[in-house]
């Protein structure tokens, strides 16, 4: 949350124009490997996924290009995403369980 706080602030001060700028990780992850990260965060590690592959195909995997946020804001995030999903689900059960 830190990190995409700073963005948004960063872009608003910085960039002010109607161009999109892409500002999170660069890191790549597949789709089955971030829903294994968000149960781990959860506590939840013992659930099951089941993916349906009958299913219309999508991306199997996503990574975001950093790079004009790095050359025109001098933005790069800090948290990993392990660490950030911890604080998201701590935040979540603190204010909306």
């Known amino acids: 949350m830190e990190d995409f706080a700073r963005g948004i602030l960063d872009v608003a001060e910085k960039y002010p124009k109607a161009d999109p700028v892409n500002i999170g990780s660069s890191d790549e ?12 965060a959860a506590g939840r590690a013992d659930v ?34 392990d660490e950030g999903l911890k604080k998201t689900v701590a935040w979540y059960r603190e204010n909306l369980l």
């Open 48 to 81: 099951k996924l089941v993916f349906d592959k009958t299913k219309p195909s999508g991306q199997p995997r996503r990574s975001c290009d950093t790079r004009k946020a790095r050359r025109v804001l001098g933005f790069t995030a800090t948290t990993s995403l």
């Open 29 to 40: 992850i597949s789709v089955k490997d971030l829903a294994n990260a968000v149960l781990r």
